[in-house]
T-cell receptor, first 117, second 114 residues
Framework: GAVVSQHPSRVICKSGTSVKIECRSLDFQATTMFWYRQFPKQSLMLMATSNEGSKATYEQGVEKDKFLINHASLTLSTLTVTSAHPEDSSFYIC?????????????FGDGTRLSIL | QKEVEQDPGPLSVPEGAIVSLNCTYSNSAFQYFMWYRQYSRKGPELLMYTYSSGNKEDGRFTAQVDKSSKYISLFIRDSQPSDSATYLCAFDPISSGSARQLTFGSGTQLTVLP
């Protein structure tokens, strides 16, 4: 089945640090990738949608200068949390899908647990 | 009215029980229906994916869709402790453009007791 790899799985860093999270589709080309944030015991909250080769579309309330997204290839998207602060601590999850005549569902990475001290 | 309603649980059942998880939705544009399983501190794992009314079976799992009632269900037969997780229903609309966003239920936390 479709596999999405997300790295790193856990980050602990000091306030003010920028953190980059990678999301890779391992066995399919992902024309679209999604970035989510999830708080404990809550469902996933969509942050942004990225299409390969174009700018990401951010959801209302998500700061695009704070959460930089790059989808430079059909197998890799990155999320950079710039100058992270304790309130940015959360579980970040990416998903990927390919589109076409036969639509496929989204497949998720295993998430990145970010803790800002 | 919320677009998707899912009983958050928690739901606790003995091993071997049949589990029924349900979601209702209000958006007629939803055409693809999914169930994801999420273990603690992991990303959601796709369990079932369907786009038509009726039943779809995969091993111990059966997904049921009733578009006329806007209701979907996931049944787990012979439940195992390893099924203990949060189950999320998700909906994908038919819309123009290539990036279609999913709408998720709030998730039902299931515990299967040995």
């Amino acid at each position: 089945g479709a596999v999405v790899s997300q790295h790193p799985s856990r980050v602990i860093c000091k306030s003010g640090t920028s953190v980059k999270i990678e999301c890779r589709s391992l066995d399919f080309q992902a024309t679209t990738m999604f970035w989510y944030r999830q708080f404990p015991k809550q469902s996933l909250m969509l942050m942004a949608t990225s299409n390969e080769g174009s700018k990401a579309t951010y959801e209302q309330g998500v700061e695009k200068d704070k959460f930089l997204i790059n989808h430079a290839s059909l197998t890799l998207s990155t999320l950079t949390v710039t100058s992270a602060h304790p309130e940015d601590s959360s579980f970040y999850i990416c998903s990927a899908k390919t589109t076409g005549f036969s639509d496929q569902p989204q497949h998720f990475g295993d998430g990145t647990r970010l803790s800002i001290l | 009215q919320k677009e998707v309603e899912q009983d958050p649980g928690p739901l606790s059942v003995p091993e071997g029980a049949i589990v029924s998880l349900n979601c209702t939705y209000s958006n007629s544009a939803f055409q693809y229906f999914m169930w994801y399983r999420q273990y603690s501190r992991k990303g959601p794992e796709l369990l079932m994916y369907t786009y038509s009314s009726g039943n779809k079976e995969d091993g111990r799992f059966t997904a049921q869709v009733d578009k006329s009632s806007k209701y979907i269900s996931l049944f787990i037969r012979d439940s195992q402790p390893s099924d203990s997780a949060t189950y999320l229903c998700a909906f994908d609309p038919i819309s123009s453009g290539s990036a279609r966003q999913l709408t998720f239920g709030s998730g039902t936390q299931l515990t299967v007791l040995p």
